[in-house]
Every structure is written in C-alpha cells, then in structure tokens.
C-alpha cells in the first residue's frame, strides 16, 4: 500500500465521484505534517527542530526527518527545501538521497525510523 500524498487527497476532495466524506476525512486525519516529522525526529535525535532549517546544518537526524517527509508527507522538494533550509530542490534530493544510503548500510538507522513512524501512527507495515 502506497501512502497517500496531500496532492492526491486534495484532487479526491475536488472530485465528484461520490466518495464518502467520512472517509475522506479520516485519511486526512492520518496525514501527517512536515512540522510534526521535523519535531518527532528532533525529539529522537535530542536535538533542537530549529537547527533543522539551517543551511549546511548537522543537526542530528536531519537526514532522517527529510527522508521521512518525503516519504510520508505529499510536500514538494520545494516546500522540503524551505523547511530544511536549502534553496534547491536538486538539494533536498540529495539531502534524501544521502539518508537513503544511510537506512540501507545501517540497522541502526532502520530501527530509530520506525521508533519514529510508530507514535505518528505511520502504516510502517506495507512500505519498503
């Protein structure tokens, strides 16, 4: 199961294909923020969200909390870019990128994620 983008959830809402609201409205509930992975990751990392927006920052679980917005939020690598504090959008790539690495060569890594995605309630079970 592919997680849900807030692009996505915005078109279903601008349709009008008879869908429930009720259900439209409880996924929408269970969409979380970038601020919310900012902070939650911040809070692993014992670290101070606002360091995060800082450009060329090495705040602890940086990476990790880009690499979580993008998974899990529908924010553009624009409005990624503007919460990490990078001007590019080829930098928040990067900034991914480099997690993506780092998930795969460490476990460690992999466990603090889903220590992480657990109180945000993120569906951990059907993703890669």
């Excluded at 920052?57 to 909390?65: E, F, K, L, T």
Aim: proline share 2%.
């Amino acid at each position: 199961m592919t997680p849900v983008r807030h692009t996505q959830l915005a078109s279903v809402r601008r349709s009008k294909c008879g869908l429930n609201s009720q259900l439209v409205q409880s996924v929408l509930a269970h969409v979380n923020s970038v601020e919310e992975i900012i902070n939650a990751t911040a809070i692993a990392h014992e670290a101070d969200p606002s360091q995060y927006a800082q450009f060329r920052s090495q705040a602890a679980g940086r990476d990790m909390a880009a690499w979580l917005c993008r998974r899990w939020t529908g924010a553009t690598l624009e409005e990624l870019g503007n919460a990490f504090g990078l001007s590019g959008t080829g930098s928040v790539s990067n900034l991914v990128r480099r997690a993506e690495r780092r998930r795969n060569a460490s476990r460690e890594w992999t466990h603090r994620q889903h220590e992480i995605e657990k109180p945000l309630t993120l569906n951990t079970q059907h993703k890669a």
